[in-house]
């Protein structure tokens, strides 16, 4: 054996004793797309175990992991992008997990084992918030992808209840991402982040811009019932009204098909919104009188 192959089995061996060693990029989409698998069936955490093989793949004389390719719908990816996507993805969607296990356990006055859940479920959001970092930090990764990457780091942030530093990424998409399809959703969250604070003032700016920008589907609906919440907040109850009535006023539920109403429905079954439009709409109406309610204007807040 010449020393030039002595020299090779080296670096092969140092390779494999320091990351994930492939010989053809077949293994290496394989090991990925095992992981979507994964992903798929609900295992986050035997699937983020394949996107880290990926990851710590290092290239050697018989393949370069960079530039290593794998098919996503309409994307073709290099498979270690796609994996740092999919970890953070894998992360956060373990963090909600725990943290709707933890709701169940501070239902049943499981406090203590509820904290605990609690303290993982954010401590994985966090850690998903870091890798959809990276994307974004990456300038070689496509837009489209790092724009995804941002809004997913804004929503983990607010699920994690870091709601400053989720307003400081909702601010960074859409400064660096101008005109971006998550700009609305960016907003709307931001709007939230501001509510939980208790920054009502900036909450009720927030959302009216949301409103204003973007006056069609559920957010903007939740927006308006959101100002008028943040201005009850605020003591502020005719302004308070007002909001709410808009909410009432754009809907005529009588004029409505069986289809849209079914559409609604659907929304709400598929975990998109928390109430129909017809329910947020006649809860608006609820907090029209009990505005009325809080200022003594009991003949007002009857008729309401």
């Not at 004793?17 to 609900?42: C, D, H, K, V, W």
């Amino acid at each position: 054996m010449s020393f030039q192959q002595i020299g090779i089995l080296l670096l092969v061996a140092t390779v494999v004793f320091i990351g994930s060693f492939f010989t053809n990029p077949e293994e290496m989409q394989t090991i990925f797309f095992q992981g979507q698998r994964l992903y798929a069936m609900g295992d986050y955490q035997q699937a983020i175990t394949k996107y880290s093989t990926v990851l710590n793949a290092k290239s050697n004389p018989v393949i370069n992991t960079e530039a290593v390719r794998v098919t996503i719908g309409e994307m073709v990816l290099p498979a270690k992008v796609a994996s740092l996507y999919q970890m953070g993805n894998s992360y956060k969607k373990l963090g909600t997990e725990k943290l709707k296990r933890a709701a169940e356990l501070r239902d049943d006055g499981k406090i203590e084992q509820a904290e605990k859940k609690e303290k993982a479920g954010k401590e994985a959001l966090l850690t998903a918030a870091d890798y959809f970092g990276k994307v974004v930090d990456r300038e070689d990764i496509r837009e489209d992808i790092r724009i995804m990457a941002q809004y997913q780091l804004v929503e983990c942030e607010f699920e994690a209840k870091e709601y400053e530093r989720s307003i400081e990424a909702a601010k960074k998409l859409i400064e660096k991402f101008p005109n971006s399809d998550y700009e609305d959703e960016a907003l709307y969250t931001m709007g939230w982040a501001y509510f939980y604070l208790e920054d009502y003032d900036k909450a009720i700016e927030t959302l009216s811009e949301v409103v204003s920008r973007f006056p069609s589907g559920f957010r903007a609906d939740r927006a308006l019932f959101q100002i008028g919440e943040s201005y009850i907040r605020k003591g502020e109850y005719a302004k308070a009204r007002e909001s709410f009535q808009k909410l009432v006023n754009r809907y005529d539920f009588s004029k409505f098909s069986v289809k849209e109403l079914t559409e609604m429905e659907t929304l709400k079954l598929k975990g998109i919104v928390k109430e129909t439009t017809r329910e947020l709409v006649a809860k608006a109406q609820i907090k029209i009188g009990e505005a009325y309610a809080a200022e003594d204007s009991i003949d007002q807040a009857i008729a309401a």
